[in-house]
């Protein structure tokens, strides 16, 4: 599995998620260093998006 690290900026990587998912609150968008699959199985639960496509997503941001 491509392990998935999400760098830069989070803010900004938090406002594209919320621009591209609204339904997702603010608890599904807490983040910890470390915990990027969790993050991923959060979105993917809200939303109904695969994994796949979560994770390009935030590799484009």
Do not use: Y
Not at 11 to 33: C, H
């Amino acid at each position: 599995m491509n392990k998935l690290t999400i760098k830069g900026n989070w803010n900004s990587i938090r406002g594209a998620l919320k621009q591209r998912w609204a339904q997702l609150t603010e608890d599904d968008l807490l983040f910890e260093e470390g915990k990027e699959e969790e993050l991923v199985g959060r979105i993917q639960r809200r939303t109904g998006e695969s994994r796949e496509k979560i994770q390009e997503f935030l590799r484009k941001n």
